[in-house]
């Protein structure tokens, strides 16, 4: 029977790009991961950033236990998406787009960090976006 028979599409080379995207998702988790544990274990650690005359102070383990719950979830959905699941590609959308917020945030900052994992999360979002349903014939 022909594909036009079966109703089944064949996966195309761009099938890579939601590899790709699983792929980039579990590698940032893991760095995520390391980043709060990292802040976890440095006790009494803390930022002081000043801007006009004012003084902020960023609490570290707060920090760190926000970047372990992170990169535990996108090691996760990284996983996910291999089998092809729907939810996983929605939720893993949803947290690239947290993740690029937050790279707006500091922008300021880290300007060329910010710059390179923005363009990251924008290549993420349009492999999963344009060619993730075609991480179903990977599974």
């Known amino acids: ?8 599409a064949r996966p195309t080379g761009w099938v890579g ?6 792929i980039m998702l ?3 988790g ?3 991961l390391l980043y709060g544990f990292i802040a976890l274990f440095m006790q009494d650690s803390a930022y002081f950033v000043t801007s006009q ?3 902020f102070l960023f609490d570290v383990q707060g920090w760190g236990w926000w970047h372990v719950i992170s990169g535990a979830l996108l090691i996760l959905i990284g996983a996910f998406l291999f089998s092809g699941a729907t939810w996983a590609r929605v939720i893993a959308v949803i947290l690239v ?3 690029a917020l937050g790279q707006l945030a500091l922008l300021p900052v880290q300007p060329w960090w ?4 923005l ?3 924008i290549l993420v979002i349009y492999a999963l976006t344009v060619h993730g349903k075609e991480l179903e014939h990977l599974g």
């Open 114 to 117: 910010s710059l390179i994992v």
């Open 1 to 8: 029977m022909s594909e036009m028979q079966t109703g089944e």
């Open 26 to 28: 579990i590698v940032a």
């Open 97 to 99: 787009i947290v993740n």
């Open 17 to 22: 790009w939601g590899a790709f995207a699983a």
């Open 30 to 32: 893991g760095f995520d």
């Open 53 to 55: 005359g004012g003084l």
């Open 119 to 121: 363009t990251l999360d």
